[in-house]
């Protein structure tokens, strides 16, 4: 339990209480409202661990995402610390439940974008980084990458998908077995969302992207964790989940890395998939 407490400390907004699940057992799991991930259905989808001297164990800190074999996409604010090193940090692919395997995939480089502000933190944006893998992971049914959109795509009012293993509300750790939690969001428009942030004081850019609604977002533990939509006929990630104003809270959505806005950057890094 106390490893996800220790989640809450690098995030925004994470005392704001979100609504409390509404007395009459209306049962939430959940990211925050969401329900168990089947195996295989975000096969892109990553844990990112730090060791835990206490523990003695790889805890989950982030979520992230599969972008090629050899890399993983997550947030900056999750390895913020400059002092972080490759061997800091290690990844799980491949499993919907936390700590069921202990294979994890080493690290061998951070890359954080280097517009990302260690002060003003994952509010300043840019809040996107890459990991790139010691060796690449096998693909297979539960393991494969998630295409990225084009540099030019804008993102409707739609509704898409965000999942991770964070809080199921502002405080309230996913309970064991900790299986992967998935939630619909709506996506909402830059304006609007700006609009709703004014009273917080929180600066909604452009390459930011909004996704949520009260009791659909994604919480402390699930960012650098993927938002899919499915464009096209296929699922795209346009979001890195990055922070927001609470859990869940009407009319304060979650805040994501616009993912289309770092493209040109993931591509210098990352290859063409083979
Ligand atoms: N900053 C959080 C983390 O490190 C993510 C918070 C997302 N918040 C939200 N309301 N969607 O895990």
């Known amino acids: 339990m106390l490893r996800l407490l220790l989640l809450a400390l690098p995030c925004l907004g994470g005392s704001v209480l979100a609504f409390p699940a509404q007395g009459t057992g209306a049962e939430l799991v959940g990211i925050v409202g969401g329900r168990n991930a089947p195996a295989g259905q975000w096969p892109w989808q990553v844990s990112l661990r730090k060791f835990n001297k206490h523990k003695g164990q790889w805890t989950h800190r ?3 995402s599969l972008v090629h074999p050899k890399w993983v996409l997550t947030a900056a604010h999750c390895v913020m610390l400059t002092t972080l090193k490759a061997w800091d940090v290690r990844v799980q692919v491949g499993h919907v439940r936390l700590y069921e395997s202990n294979q994890l995939t080493r690290v061998a480089q951070i890359i954080r974008h280097p517009k990302y502000n260690d002060h003003l933190r ?15 992971v096998a693909l297979s049914q539960y393991v494969r990458p998630v295409p990225f959109p084009p540099a030019s795509l804008s993102v409707p009012e739609m ?28 996506i909402v428009s830059n304006e ?53 104003h609470g859990c869940g809270l009407p009319n304060y959505p979650g805040i994501y890395a616009r993912v289309s806005s770092y493209v040109p950057w993931i591509r210098q890094h990352v290859p063409l998939q083979p």
């Open 62 to 64: 982030c979520g992230g």
């Open 159 to 186: 509704s898409c998908w965000v999942t991770g293993w964070g809080m199921i509300e502002s405080n309230r750790p996913l309970p064991p077995p900790w299986n992967l939690q998935q939630v619909e969001v709506p």
């Open 122 to 136: 994952a509010k300043g944006g840019a809040d996107i980084a890459l990991l790139k893998l010691e060796a690449p």
């Open 192 to 244: 609007r969302c700006r609009r709703q942030y004014q009273w917080v004081d929180i600066s909604i850019t452009e390459d930011m992207l909004c996704a949520g609604a009260r009791l659909r977002d994604s919480c402390q533990g699930d960012s650098g964790g993927p938002l899919v939509c499915y464009m096209k006929s296929t699922w795209l990630q346009v979001g890195v989940v990055s922070f927001g």
